[in-house]
C-alpha cells in the first residue's frame, strides 16, 4: 500500500484502541479528539457480508468515513482472478490442517501445565509448572513457523504482484487511504479480517492516525491470539492464530475481557499471561480508550494480566 | 396455574394435603387440578393425576429403575395420582393406561398439554425442575435460515432411487469449504428433533461451523442400518463423492461426519469401519450398542441380532475407523449400560470420545436437546474469532 505524502512530515504516531462500542460508543469522541479534519477511511472487512451495513458506523463518525470495503474486494478477487483464487483456498486448507495439527499439540501442552499446576498446591514441581508452560510456547512458535512457510509457499507460487484484479484494487485503496486524515479498524471475524489485510498488503503509514476496537484493536498488534472461555463447549484453550499488522508493540489484545475471559479464574489467568511473557496481555472492556505511546507501547493506567493471574495497571514510565 | 405453585420446594405434597380434606366432591377436585395442573412436580418428586371411572389406572412409561406400569391409586371421587421421584433436570415421556374390565387402553395425559411426537405416535412430557427447552432448539426470527431442498440419488449399491434432504447454510458460497454430515433417520431428525432450526440456530450465534447436512431416510430400517453393506457403500462410495463433487467441501476426513440414533447410530458406526479413513468423526445417540459377553440371548429380539453381531465383533476387535466420537445416552434407557461399556473400548483405540448423559430416555427430544454439545464439539463455529 503507498504511503500518502500528506504524512511524511514530522509527526506522532497516533494510535487509540477501543474497547467495544456495541453498548458503549466511544468512537465519535476519540474521533473528534484527534483533531483532524477531512474523510476517515474505514476497513471493517471483518464484518463480512455485513461490510455494506454502515449505518451505525457512518453516524458514530460524524458521516466522515469511506469505506475501503476490503471484503467485498476479496470475493471480486475471487470471482475475477480464478488461478489465484485456486491457490488462495489451497492455502486455506492447508492452514486448516495446520491448525487442526496445532490444536491437537496444543490441548496435550496446555493440559500439562494445568496437571502438574494442580499437583503444585499439594507437593513439589521443581519448576514443572514454568518448563510446562514452555513447552506450551514452544508448541505456539511451532505453529507460527509452519504458517510462515504456508505464507511462503503461497507467495511463490501466487504472488500478489501476479494478479492485475490485486493490483486495481490495491491502487484503488492506496488513493482512498492518501486522502484520510484517521483510519477505523472495527471489530468482527478477526480471521477475515487479517486474511484482506494480507491480500491486499496492507501497511498503514505511521503517520496516519488509527482508532481500532475489538478485532481491530487485535489486527494492528504483533501477534493475534484467540480466546473464549465461555463457547458451548466450555473455555476452549487460548490460541495464538496469526501475525497482525505489528503497529502495536508488546501487547496481546483481549477485548471483551470480561464478557469472553474467566478472570475471576486466578490459575487460569496466570498461565495465560506466563504463556505470553513477553507481551502485555491487555484487557478491552466496554469503555476503555488507550492512547497509545509514540512508539506503540501501552500508556500508563492500561489494564494489564499479570503472572499471578491478577489484574494489575501499566505504571508510568 | 402459576409456574411457582407447581414447582415449589416440598413441604407435604399437595396430593397428601387434599387426601388429607377427607371426602372429595367434584368441585374440590376441580379446583386442585386447575390450580396444580399434572403432573405436579414439587422438589424431586412427581406427582401424575386422572380423572374417570376405571378398574385400574397406570403411569406407562420407559424408565429403567422405576415400575412400569406405575399404578395410581385412587384418592376419593374421580381422581386418581400416582407419585414417583424426579431428579432434577428429567424429562420423561409417558402415557396413561386405564382397565375397564377386560378393556385397556393407552392415551397421552389429558390433564397435560405437553406433548412429544416420534414416528411411532406422541406421548405426554413430565419435565422435572431444571429442564427447559434449549431455547436453540426454538425457532427465532432474527436467525438466518439455511435452505433445505430434496434430492432424489440413483443408487447402485440399494439398486433404487435414494431421496435426500440437503441442508445448505444461511450466507453459502461457494469461496468457502464446509464440513459435510451425514444423519441417519434424516427425515425424523427434521421432523421430531427440529434438527433445521437447531442448526439455523446454532450456526446463526456462532456456536457451530456452517455446514453442509445431508439428511438420509431410510427405507427399511432394521434391514438397512444394523451392519448392511450395500447401505453402507452407498454412503462411503456414492453419497459422499457425489457432494463432494457438487459442493465446497473440506474433501478431507475431518471434514465428514456420520450421524444417527438408535439404529441409525449402529449404522454410522458400521459404515465407518466397512469404510476406515473416510470418516473423521461420528455422532452416535442412544446408539444401540447391544452385546452379549457370552452367549447370543441378549434379550433384544430378533431385530437385534444382526446388531449384536456386529457389536460383540467390534469388541473382540475394536477398530479405530475415525478420529473422535460424541456419544450421548438418556440415564432412563436400557441401552445406557451398554453405551457406559462402550466408551472405554472406543478409547482404547485411540479414538477421542467425548461421551455425555443426561436425565432422559429413547427419544427425539433428547436427542434434539444434546445437538448443541455434539456439533460444538465435532464441528466448532467461529465464535473463536468474532470480537464484534
Not at chain 1, 484503488?172 to 486522502?179: D, K
Not at chain 2, 459404515?271 to 446408539?287: C, E, I, K, M, N
Not at chain 2, 461421551?355 to 460444538?376: K, P, Q, T
Request: with cysteine; aromatic share 8%.
Amino acid at each position: 500500500m503507498g504511503a500518502s505524502p500528506r504524512h511524511t512530515l514530522s509527526f506522532t504516531m497516533r494510535t487509540l484502541l477501543l474497547g467495544p462500542q456495541r453498548f458503549q460508543t466511544t468512537a465519535t469522541t476519540a474521533l473528534r479528539s484527534l483533531g483532524v479534519e477531512g474523510p476517515v477511511a474505514t476497513i471493517n472487512s471483518g464484518w463480512e457480508e455485513r461490510e455494506d451495513q454502515v449505518g451505525e458506523l457512518d453516524a458514530a463518525l460524524d458521516h466522515r468515513a469511506v469505506h475501503l470495503r476490503l471484503h467485498h474486494r476479496m470475493l471480486d478477487v475471487i470471482d475475477k482472478d480464478p488461478a489465484f483464487s485456486a491457490h488462495a483456498l489451497a492455502f486455506r486448507d492447508r492452514h486448516d490442517d495446520l491448525l487442526a495439527a496445532y490444536r491437537l499439540r496444543l490441548h496435550h501442552a496446555i493440559d500439562g501445565v494445568y496437571a502438574v499446576q494442580r499437583r503444585s498446591t499439594s507437593a513439589p514441581t521443581f519448576g514443572g509448572v514454568d518448563d510446562a508452560i514452555d513447552g506450551v510456547r514452544a508448541v505456539d512458535r511451532w505453529y507460527l513457523t509452519q504458517l510462515r512457510a504456508l505464507y511462503d509457499d503461497l507467495a511463490e507460487v501466487a504472488p500478489l504482484d501476479s494478479s492485475g484484479v490485486i493490483g486495481w484494487h490495491r491502487g484503488e485503496i492506496a488513493a482512498v487511504l492518501g486522502r484520510a486524515s484517521a483510519l477505523i479498524m472495527p471489530g468482527g471475524n478477526v480471521g477475515t479480517l487479517l486474511r484482506t489485510l494480507r491480500l491486499f498488503a496492507i501497511e498503514i503509514p505511521e503517520s496516519l492516525p488509527v482508532i481500532a476496537w475489538s478485532a481491530g484493536a487485535m489486527a494492528l498488534t504483533e501477534r493475534v491470539v484467540l480466546f473464549h472461555d465461555y463457547g458451548p463447549e466450555g473455555a476452549r484453550e487460548t490460541e495464538v492464530f496469526d501475525a497482525g499488522l505489528g503497529r502495536v508493540k508488546g501487547v496481546v489484545a483481549l477485548p471483551h475481557a470480561r464478557r469472553r475471559l474467566r478472570l475471576e479464574d486466578k490459575v487460569r489467568c496466570s498461565v495465560l499471561a506466563r504463556r505470553f511473557l513477553e507481551r502485555h496481555c491487555v484487557l478491552l472492556d466496554d469503555g476503555t480508550a488507550l492512547d497509545l505511546e509514540a512508539d506503540g507501547s501501552l500508556p500508563a493506567g492500561a489494564r494489564i494480566l499479570g503472572i499471578d493471574g491478577a489484574i494489575h495497571e501499566v505504571r508510568p514510565r | 396455574m402459576s409456574a411457582n405453585a407447581r414447582r415449589r420446594a416440598p413441604g407435604r405434597l399437595a396430593i397428601n394435603r387434599l387426601r388429607e380434606r377427607g371426602e372429595l366432591d367434584a368441585a374440590v377436585i376441580e379446583r386442585f387440578i386447575a390450580r396444580h395442573g399434572s403432573p405436579i412436580i414439587e422438589g424431586e418428586r412427581a406427582t401424575f393425576l386422572f380423572r374417570g371411572e376405571a378398574d385400574e389406572v397406570r403411569v406407562r412409561h420407559r424408565v429403567v429403575g422405576l415400575p412400569d406400569p406405575l399404578p395410581m391409586r385412587r384418592v376419593g371421587g374421580d381422581l386418581w395420582a400416582a407419585t414417583t421421584d424426579l431428579p432434577q433436570g428429567s424429562r420423561v415421556e409417558y402415557q396413561l393406561e386405564t382397565r375397564r374390565g377386560d378393556h385397556y387402553e393407552r392415551f397421552n395425559d389429558p390433564l397435560n398439554p405437553r406433548v412429544a411426537h416420534s414416528p411411532v405416535g406422541s406421548s405426554s412430557v413430565c419435565a422435572a425442575i431444571g429442564y427447559s427447552v434449549p431455547d436453540w432448539a426454538l425457532p427465532h426470527a432474527e436467525t438466518r435460515p439455511g435452505e433445505l431442498f430434496d434430492e432424489v440419488i440413483r443408487s447402485k449399491a440399494l439398486r433404487r432411487d435414494q431421496p435426500i434432504k440437503l441442508y445448505l447454510p444461511a450466507r453459502f458460497t461457494r469461496a468457502a469449504r464446509y464440513p459435510l454430515l451425514i444423519v441417519h433417520d434424516g427425515t425424523d431428525y427434521l421432523g421430531y428433533a427440529a434438527m433445521k432450526t437447531v442448526l439455523d440456530n446454532l450456526i446463526h450465534r456462532l456456536d457451530v461451523a456452517p455446514m453442509i447436512v445431508a439428511f438420509v431416510p431410510p427405507r427399511d430400517r432394521l434391514r438397512e442400518y444394523p451392519n448392511y453393506a450395500p447401505h453402507a457403500r452407498f454412503i462411503a462410495r456414492e453419497l459422499v463423492p457425489l457432494l463432494t463433487e457438487r459442493f465446497p467441501l473440506q474433501d478431507n476426513a475431518a471434514g465428514r461426519t456420520l450421524m444417527g440414533s438408535s439404529f441409525g447410530g449402529i449404522a454410522s458406526l458400521s459404515t465407518a469401519v466397512r469404510y476406515p479413513g473416510v470418516f473423521g468423526s461420528l455422532f452416535l445417540q442412544s446408539a444401540s450398542l447391544v452385546f452379549t459377553d457370552i452367549g447370543t440371548e441378549h434379550g433384544g429380539g430378533p431385530a437385534f441380532d444382526p446388531v449384536v453381531k456386529f457389536v460383540n465383533r467390534y469388541r473382540a476387535k475394536p477398530s479405530a475407523p475415525v478420529d473422535r466420537i460424541f456419544m450421548s445416552c438418556g440415564t432412563y434407557e436400557p441401552l445406557i449400560t451398554p453405551n457406559r461399556s462402550m466408551v472405554p473400548v472406543f478409547r482404547s483405540t485411540g479414538m477421542t470420545v467425548k461421551y455425555v448423559e443426561a436425565r432422559d430416555g429413547h427419544n427425539w427430544e433428547d436427542w434434539r436437546d444434546r445437538l448443541r454439545d455434539g456439533l460444538s464439539w465435532l464441528h466448532p463455529g467461529p465464535q473463536l474469532f468474532v470480537y464484534e
